[in-house]
């Protein structure tokens, strides 16, 4: 079947890799839902190939309209991308627990909802599911551990999920992003200010130097990594393959980072992890 006969849903689209990847699909032929939150987003994505439709993936009332427009609409399903997320860091200690609910609404049961909502098109269509992971879905840096505890998840469900449907004709692909040049990593920083703002001064003893370390290693690893259009042209991969790999590392860091993983002990990574930390730490 021709590309154009064919529809793709991307969530999270209003900036960074989701737009770039809603732009690239819709330039190699697709035809692209590209899930935003705001009508100003949808305004700047709206192009020839790239329908916006308002989508905030923890809003049921949303996910239930996403599916009556794909159900409504005579292309095949063919792939949906699952790309929305949030970056919130802070100590397990000091990060408050609606702050905990909201990243795991956001970066994980989001994604399962859409995902339900999608399916069945997807297994008449023997389409494909992306979900877009991390290397912190492999790796979990001080002060991410809600960020990654979400991101582990979604690996875990991604694969539950591929063995159940595989046999039925639907492939389910991880992807593992590096550093990317997005807004997302800004927006991080700050919210980790933010939230450091409200530690207790003994909390402030204790990771106060940690936050800023952090955020300045997540500053350079975001400066130097891809840019969102090079990522995105690695989820356009990941949609077209013919036979897709089950994962997909985006960028250097992401494929020695994963790699590592497999083969140092815990404790390796550990002393790697400090090390590389402690060039970032404030005077």
């Known amino acids: 079947m021709e590309r154009e006969q064919r529809l793709v849903v991307v969530t999270g689209a209003s900036t960074g890799m989701g737009a770039a990847a809603a732009r690239e699909l819709a330039r190699q032929g697709f035809y692209v839902l590209a899930g935003v939150r705001r009508q100003r987003d949808a305004d700047a994505i709206w192009a020839d190939g790239v329908e916006p439709v308002i989508l905030d993936i923890t809003d049921a009332g949303h996910v239930v309209r996403l599916a009556a427009r794909v159900a409504e609409d005579p292309r095949m399903l063919h792939a949906l991308v699952n790309n929305a997320g949030i970056q919130v860091n802070g100590p397990v200690e000091a990060l408050p627990m609606e702050q905990w609910r909201h990243v795991f609404e956001v970066n994980l049961f989001g994604h399962v909802a859409v995902t339900q909502a999608l399916l069945p098109a997807l297994l008449s269509n023997r389409g494909r599911v992306l979900n877009i992971s991390s290397i912190g879905g492999k790796a979990a840096m001080p002060t991410y551990g809600a960020y990654a505890g979400a991101k582990f998840a979604l690996e875990a469900v991604s694969d539950a999920l591929r063995r159940e449907v595989q046999a039925m004709g639907v492939q389910v692909i991880v992807l593992e992003p590096g550093g990317v040049r997005t807004e997302m990593a800004t927006r991080g920083v700050a919210t980790a200010n933010r939230l450091a703002a409200g530690m207790t001064p003994d909390q402030q003893k204790r990771y106060g130097r940690l936050v800023e370390a952090n955020n300045a290693l997540m500053t350079s690893g975001t400066s130097s990594g891809l840019t969102a259009d090079a990522a995105a042209k690695m989820i356009a991969k ?46």
């Open 238 to 283: 990941a949609v077209t393959a013919r036979r897709p790999r089950t994962r997909y590392a985006i960028g250097w860091d992401a494929a020695v980072i994963t790699r590592l993983t497999r083969i140092l002990s815990d404790r390796m990574l550990d002393r790697i992890v400090a090390a590389n930390l402690r060039r970032h730490y404030p005077a």
